[in-house]
């Protein structure tokens, strides 16, 4: 199948987008040619998403639209569904094969029908990588945090660390591609290196290249923010002003029940903290609504805890079991339409929050890395409307003028 066209569809997070990147790259160099629409592909791979079962659903309903849709590819599947649940998909008619996570190897050696002699690797590279905007930079991967209703440790497996030269020759050539934006990203990145400072002894080697480029740090859990961290995001010229602090709950019963190691007041103290050292930097964080035995109580505590907190930003899910976690032992006591309700109430808190943060900003300038719409983002991690003749991937200096819902409008 040498000479074949792959179509890659990602669904998920950042690293799942890194592992695509990867991938294509991996077969890129093993003579397959990326196909950018599936309309065009003989092969279609799905880098799926297990975190919750919407994600499940969300992917079994891609691959039947994409199987009914290109009866000319064969689709195979891969990733954090691939892993967790391998025998459903081998049996489905739809795909031809099933892989797991970091799986390029196999692939290769599935498509090509022989075995690779190049050595397997959870990180690969995306040297060939075409996009001009944003790269995320994968420097991690695997948890062992034991969250209760969390099922990546047991699709990621243990943690491990990208060898520190491999990560700064990484961002080399993503610098020499004029990459303007590189996001860390990895299931877990406070353990970078065992944790403690080797997340800053990073940002140490990979800070001093010359160029206009910046660093972004994706999720990072709140006990691992520690003084030093803190100086590069908020000071360090390199950083973005922008931190993403999962929370889960406001109600420490249920941060308990989570396996979650703070209390709600050691979180928003946290907050509170950089927020007296800076005004501008964008705080988004993580929720999970309707754990088992969530009550309307403890929900409104949770509501009012963020209200009143300096957070910018965030995203929430409606909780639903995952196999093989403590939490699929529980019984599931919120109904489905109370979980939704919460989802809704939050959401709308969050887009009331974003937009008084953005607000703030008006008259002021901001460096925006812009894309292909027109649109881009802030270091503090806010959308930016730009004009027509912006320049997609470059570092650019605008002034706000206005807010339109959540969206600031530059000159």
Not at 346 to 359: G, H, I, M, R, T
Not at 380 to 397: C, F, H, P, S
Request: glycine content about 8%; overall charge positive; some cysteine.
């Amino acid at each position: 199948m040498i000479g074949k066209r792959i179509h890659i569809r990602t669904l998920g997070c950042r690293t799942n987008q890194y592992d695509s990147a990867a991938l294509a790259y991996k077969l890129e160099t093993e003579g397959y040619r990326i196909a950018p629409h599936a309309s065009e592909a003989d092969v279609i791979i799905v880098n799926s998403c297990a975190v919750t079962d919407r994600a499940e659903r969300k992917c079994g309903q891609l691959i039947r639209k994409l199987a009914r849709n290109h009866r000319q590819a064969d689709i195979l599947l891969a990733g954090c569904l691939g892993r967790r649940n391998p025998d459903v998909f081998r049996d489905h008619s739809d795909v031809r094969a099933v892989f797991g996570v970091n799986a390029a190897h196999e692939m290769v050696a599935f498509l090509s029908g022989k075995k690779s002699d190049s050595t397997p690797s959870p990180f690969g590279s995306i040297d060939g990588m075409k996009e001009r905007t944003r790269a995320h930079l994968k420097i991690q991967d695997g948890c062992d945090a034991g969250c209760a209703y969390c099922i990546v440790p047991l699709v990621r497996g243990k943690p491990v660390s990208r060898p520190l030269d491999e990560v700064v020759r990484q961002v080399e050539m993503l610098l020499e591609k004029k990459i303007p934006e590189i996001v860390l990203t990895g299931i877990h990145i406070g353990r970078y290196a065992d944790g403690q400072n080797g997340l800053s002894d990073l940002l140490e080697k990979i800070t001093v290249f010359p160029g206009s480029y910046r660093i972004r740090l994706s999720s990072i859990e709140p006990g691992e923010v520690n003084d030093r961290l803190l100086e590069w995001v908020l000071y360090h010229p390199r950083l973005c002003r922008h931190l993403h602090l999962p929370l889960q709950s406001g109600n420490n019963r249920l941060l308990k029940a989570m396996g979650r190691p703070y209390t709600s007041d050691d979180y928003f103290k946290l907050l509170e903290r950089i927020r007296r050292q800076s005004e501008e930097c964008g705080l988004g964080t993580d929720i999970l609504v309707g754990f088992p035995s969530e009550t309307d109580q403890e929900f409104q505590e949770t509501v009012e805890r963020i209200k009143n907190s300096p957070l910018t930003f965030g995203h929430v899910f409606p909780f639903s079991v995952r196999p093989g976690t403590r939490a699929a032992e529980l019984t599931d006591t919120v109904k489905r339409s109370e979980k939704e309700a919460r989802v809704r109430r939050l959401k709308q808190l969050f887009s009331e929050l974003k937009s008084n943060f953005a607000a703030r900003f008006i008259g002021q300038s901001a460096e925006v890395v812009f894309e292909s719409d027109c649109t881009g983002v802030s270091s503090n991690y806010l959308r930016i409307q730009g004009a027509t003749d912006v320049r997609k991937g470059e570092l650019m200096t605008v002034t706000i003028q206005t807010l339109a819902g959540d969206m600031l409008i530059s000159e």
